[in-house]
């Protein structure tokens, strides 16, 4: 690992390969080596100072600042800025609460008890993690829905507006949402690549690891028998998903297992699509019960045409859940998914349509622009 230990110089050194990490401000240098090993655990090459830079930008520009109990009282003039964090081992110490309010920071940090939490906050902080990404999640209420149709359009549409998508197959039995999208021979990270992952993922690593489909990144499933996707590795995952911003679109089985239970606590706004029939009505009432238990914002979307007697307002009173939307009927789309046009692809097409309101409606509501 490099780093600058040197004090007074003004600039540190930056490994080759790593991403500038935050000022570390210390003589204390067990508590240094400590820092340095956190940083690298995080992917991030800090700079070392022993007190506040001469620079100012040392100082202010660092995605997180790094202070020792040592050096609290040396960084009290330094400017107020967010992103401090006081660090030390003595447990017991009560004057720690008066040095942090004095530095201006933001938190006190005790090693080796908030060890993990801090590698994800350094991770964080170089990659410029702000407002994570507004998360969907579509669940068919009964098999056949048209739920990895409607997740697939969805995410089309929102990577049309210039807007990061990411679209995630969270059902290993559906068929592979690449395939929907005509993607499947895009080379690509898929879901086997990242089964075994466990605590931190990189954002952009993951991002970057993908398959690109029409503008917008998908984490599918191979063509292979491996089915089973650990619920640490969904959690890893969908966080560095969600970590910079956009919008993530989750195409979610009916099944209630500990991977999809770690999903749905990621999922920010639940989307159940329900066709205009008594029969599946019944069923997405027995799949709403159980993905109520996780997630707090499930809606329906209805799907015609409809039965004798149905319409959207009374399936949605039925299952006691808001209406999101009732997707219109579209005759020309299985003859486009059988020629390999994607779904919601054509942006005038009628799921296109629907898809372009739907968004526009719940990023204004969420204030997301």
């Not at 004090?7 to 240094?32: H, K």
């Not at 640490?232 to 919008?247: D, F, P, Q, T, Y």
């Amino acid at each position: 690992m490099r780093a600058s230990r040197t004090p007074d110089d003004g600039g540190g050194t930056s490994g080759e390969g790593r991403r500038a990490g935050p000022l570390i401000v210390t003589e204390d240098l067990a508590l240094l080596d400590d820092l340095l090993r956190l940083c690298a655990a995080a992917g991030a090459d800090p700079e070392v100072h022993h007190t506040v830079p001469e620079r100012r930008a040392g100082w202010s520009d660092a995605p997180l600042v790094l202070v020792g109990d040592d050096a609290a009282d040396r960084c009290r003039t330094a400017a107020r800025r967010p992103g401090v964090i006081l660090v030390g081992r003595d447990q017991d110490d009560p004057r720690v609460w008066r040095r942090a309010v004095e530095l201006g920071a933001e938190c006190v940090l005790r090693l080796p008890d908030g060890e993990s939490w801090l590698v994800d906050r350094i991770a964080d902080g170089v990659e410029g993690a702000g407002r994570q990404a507004l998360t969907i999640g579509v669940i068919g209420g009964r098999g056949g829905a048209g739920a990895s149709t409607l997740a697939c359009a969805l995410a089309l549409a929102a990577a049309r507006t210039g807007r990061r998508a990411l679209l995630v197959d969270g059902d290993p039995l559906g068929g592979g949402l690449d395939v929907l999208l005509g993607g499947e021979r895009t080379e690509g990270r898929r879901w086997p690549d990242f089964a075994a992952s466990k605590g931190r993922v990189a954002g952009g690593a993951l991002e970057e690891s993908l398959p690109s489909v029409r503008g917008l990144r998908v984490l599918s499933w191979d063509r292979g028998d491996s089915v089973l996707v650990p619920p640490e590795a969904m959690r890893s995952v969908l966080a560095a998903a969600r970590r910079r911003g956009g919008v993530v679109v989750v195409d979610l089985p009916r099944r209630l297992d500990e991977a999809v239970t770690e999903a749905l606590a990621q999922v920010d706004l639940g989307l159940l699509v329900v066709p205009g029939e008594l029969r599946a009505v019944a069923a997405a009432h027995r799949v709403a019960a159980l993905t109520g238990m996780v997630l707090r914002d499930l809606r329906v979307v209805t799907r015609g045409p409809y039965a004798a007697g149905l319409d959207a307002a009374w399936i949605a009173d039925a299952l006691r859940l808001p209406l999101a939307g009732e997707l219109p009927h579209d005759p020309d789309l299985a003859a486009a998914l059988d020629t390999g046009s994607p779904p919601g692809g054509e942006a005038r097409g009628p799921l296109g349509r629907f898809c372009t309101d739907f968004w526009e409606r719940v990023l204004t509501a969420e204030g997301v622009s």
